[in-house]
């Protein structure tokens, strides 16, 4: 059975994900640092018929964010699909005359180093296999800096420098590495599904590739 590891899992767009990819067949790894919680959405998939397991662990802590890739792998097998889309903290999203460099760097550990090892948790796996899918979800300031959210304006186009090398390097190999952008809260997009739209995009990354980054709508049309 195909799993897929969902960093940053949470009630709404990674239950989503988890809910979409459950209906093709794919194990579920939920990974983000409160286990409770996890727990909890792990026994509410499970009550819809997916296979779906907990892994707390902070994206900041590499070894943290390293074991809870390894201990899925050897619950569930290992990891065709990885979602990397942890919620950035409220700080990351403060003008840019209060960003400290403190805080820069923890936005980068947060997004570009958190995607760094996870990435290079799973692709010797997904590279051996000659398959495999690496998904990062980012908001608009990955492609269009803004002062009033300095941190993401600074590490999520890093995170994306970095998905998008690694895009070029794969794409012969049969592992597709994608970015979807969605510049705006998702509840005020008006999408006509809902989260379950944002779901199905995500799973259309997997299975059909293409380019680097998609919108998921025109960046005009969001607000972050």
């Known amino acids: 059975m195909p799993v897929i590891a969902i960093i940053g899992a949470g009630p709404g767009l990674g239950a989503a994900v988890a809910r979409r990819f459950g209906r093709e067949g794919f194990s579920v ?3 983000s640092r409160d286990q409770s919680k996890l727990d909890a ?21 590499p070894a943290e964010l390293e074991d809870a890739l390894g201990r899925a792998a050897a619950d569930l097998g290992a990891i ?3 979602q990397y889309s942890p919620l950035p903290s409220r700080d990351y999203l403060k003008p840019v005359l209060e960003l400290t460099p403190e ?5 980068l550990q947060f997004s570009a180093l958190g995607l760094i090892h996870s990435a290079r948790a799973v692709l010797p796996a997904m590279r051996q296999a000659g398959e495999g899918s690496i998904i990062l979800i980012n908001g608009g300031t990955s492609v269009k800096a803004r002062a009033g959210f300095a941190g993401t304006s600074v590490a999520f186009p890093a995170e994306s420098a970095y998905g ?4 070029d390097a794969l794409e012969d190999e049969g592992v597709r590495v994608t970015q979807l952008v969605i510049p705006g809260a998702i509840p005020k997009l008006q999408l006509p599904n809902g989260i379950d739209d944002v779901a199905d995009r995500i799973w259309e990354l997997h299975a059909d590739g293409g380019p ?4 998921l709508i025109p960046l005009e049309e969001g607000r972050e």
Do not use: K
């Open 29 to 31: 790894a939920l990974i």
């Open 41 to 61: 959405m792990a026994a509410e998939l499970g009550s819809a018929g997916v296979t779906a397991r907990g892994y707390s662990a902070d994206v900041r802590n």
């Open 80 to 82: 065709s699909v990885l």
């Open 103 to 107: 805080l820069a760097l923890e936005a």
């Open 164 to 167: 998008e090398m690694l895009h």
């Open 212 to 215: 680097f980054r998609t919108m």
